[in-house]
């Protein structure tokens, strides 16, 4: 990674290949992707800001004079939540003692945690720990209790009303079937007195299974699932080639 560029407002990359490459061959991350394997140190091409020299003083000092904190206290600081991700994704170990050779480590890993007192770090760290362990605990224990649930209550082929379930049934994959390839939109009134009553009649599997009025709600709903899948694929399709336009 070589520079970083300010256009219209985003951040962008350029870079060359090493290894072999063509050094002479500039690329920008807006028009290829590529994945960052090491990130080097950025002072070699920005300039530090006064903020960020204080910050570098604090980590490298490790504490050695107590650090006046942040107004918004740890609990809602973004200290926190990178030292709650780094546990999570095990960057640092759940299970790890944490004495101040761990604590000099960790505090290294960010420079958001040179707001914070050094000396209260190590007490942060085992805290954030018993958290996520609390927590790891009760979904065992919800996943335990949902396998158990499940392992002795089948699930019921009937609603509450007494027809079958809609979700999985023959009926739900047919009309979703039909809204795919148009043969709802060809029972119109100009051809039937009640469109929605003649389609309903058109198959066993809907008017000896479902209602009328409920059969009825149920295209409806299907309708809004189809519409909304589809505003989910065009948003995921701008959102895809944003950049290369």
């Given at each position: 990674?070589?520079?970083?560029?300010?256009?219209?407002?985003?951040?962008?990359?350029?870079?060359?290949?090493?290894?072999?490459?063509?050094?002479?061959?500039?690329?920008?991350?807006?028009?290829?992707?590529?994945?960052?394997?090491?990130?080097?140190?950025?002072?070699?091409?920005?300039?530090?800001?006064?903020?960020?020299?204080?910050?570098?003083?604090?980590?490298?000092?490790?504490?050695?004079?107590?650090?006046?904190?942040?107004?918004?206290?740890?609990?809602?600081?973004?200290?926190?939540?990178?030292?709650?991700?780094?546990?999570?994704?095990?960057?640092?170990?759940?299970?790890?003692?944490?004495?101040?050779?761990?604590?000099?480590?960790?505090?290294?890993?960010?420079?958001?945690?040179?707001?914070?007192?050094?000396?209260?770090?190590?007490?942060?760290?085992?805290?954030?720990?018993?958290?996520?362990?609390?927590?790891?605990?009760?979904?065992?224990?919800?996943?335990?209790?949902?396998?158990?649930?499940?392992?002795?209550?089948?699930?019921?082929?009937?609603?509450?009303?007494?027809?079958?379930?809609?979700?999985?049934?023959?009926?739900?994959?047919?009309?979703?079937?039909?809204?795919?390839?148009?043969?709802?939109?060809?029972?119109?009134?100009?051809?039937?007195?009640?469109?929605?009553?003649?389609?309903?009649?058109?198959?066993?599997?809907?008017?000896?299974?479902?209602?009328?009025?409920?059969?009825r709600d149920k295209i409806r709903q299907e309708q809004r699932t189809a519409k909304y899948h589809h505003t989910l694929t065009v948003r995921?399709?701008?959102?895809?080639?944003?950049?290369?336009?």
């Amino acid at each position: 990674m070589v520079d970083r560029l300010e256009a219209s407002g985003k951040v962008r990359y350029s870079f060359y290949f090493e290894n072999g490459g063509d050094e002479t061959k500039l690329f920008n991350a807006s028009c290829r992707y590529v994945t960052i394997v090491e990130e080097g140190n950025s002072s070699q091409f920005f300039a530090e800001t006064e903020a960020e020299a204080a910050k570098r003083h604090a980590v490298d000092t490790h504490g050695s004079k107590q650090t006046e904190e942040p107004k918004e206290g740890w609990k809602k600081s973004k200290a926190r939540k990178l030292l709650f991700d780094d546990i999570r994704q095990g960057i640092i170990s759940l299970d790890a003692k944490v004495d101040k050779d761990l604590s000099m480590k960790v505090f290294d890993m960010h420079i958001e945690f040179a707001d914070w007192d050094f000396n209260k770090f190590a007490n942060r760290i085992k805290g954030v720990q018993k958290i996520i362990k609390q927590q790891n605990a009760r979904a065992n224990d919800d996943k335990a209790a949902f396998e158990n649930f499940c392992e002795n209550h089948e699930p019921s082929k009937f609603s509450h009303h007494g027809y079958i379930q809609w979700q999985g049934s023959e009926a739900q994959k047919l009309v979703q079937k039909h809204l795919k390839d148009g043969t709802i939109g060809s029972y119109t009134k100009e051809k039937y007195d009640n469109p929605k009553m003649e389609y309903w009649l058109s198959r066993s599997e809907f008017c000896d299974e479902f209602p009328l009025s409920v059969f009825r709600d149920k295209i409806r709903q299907e309708q809004r699932t189809a519409k909304y899948h589809h505003t989910l694929t065009v948003r995921g399709k701008k959102e895809t080639y944003k950049y290369s336009n």
